[in-house]
């Protein structure tokens, strides 16, 4: 199951830009019109500053038009597949709070999971 958004994600990897970590992640982002956007972590010298590959396809998505999205795949060199951090996690849910997620390694490992159980409860509303 959503083997080419996986493949989409392991091809985005090649681009990113992780000379810091050496970490390198892909992440692909399907939209509900189905179209797929793709992009990798790019760090900073300034390491807060880094935008991890989850965000990158959110806002490449975002110039294209698209805000509604059922799925991502994300593709790194770990052990096991990784999971996103509190940051992506809420930026994920200001657009799809249920996000399908699949993360996969480089080995073939590969882990699924609902935003809506990583992030039950994401922020809404500005003011409070
Ligand atoms: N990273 C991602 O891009 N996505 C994840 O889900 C996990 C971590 C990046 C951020 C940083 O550039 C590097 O991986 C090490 O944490």
Do not use: W
């Not at 790019?42 to 509604?68: D, F, M, P, W, Y």
């Not at 994300?74 to 999971?83: E, F, H, L, R």
């Not at 509190?86 to 390694?105: D, K, W």
Request: aromatic fraction near 6%; proline fraction near 5%.
């Amino acid at each position: 199951m959503y083997k080419h958004l996986i493949d989409a994600a392991h091809a985005a990897r090649a681009n990113a830009y992780a000379p810091y970590s050496k970490f390198s992640v892909g992440a692909a982002l399907l939209s509900k019109s189905g179209q797929i956007f793709c992009g990798g972590n790019v760090e900073n010298i300034s390491l807060g500053l880094t935008i991890c590959a989850e965000r990158t396809c959110v806002v490449i998505a975002l110039a294209k038009g698209q805000r509604e999205f059922e799925a991502i795949a994300i593709v790194s060199d770990s052990a096991i597949p990784v999971v996103p951090c509190g940051a992506c996690r809420q930026v994920l849910a200001e657009f799809s709070p249920n996000l399908h997620l699949i993360s996969a390694t480089l080995n073939g490992m590969t882990e699924e999971f609902e935003l809506g159980i990583l992030l039950p409860k994401p922020k809404q509303g500005i003011l409070a």
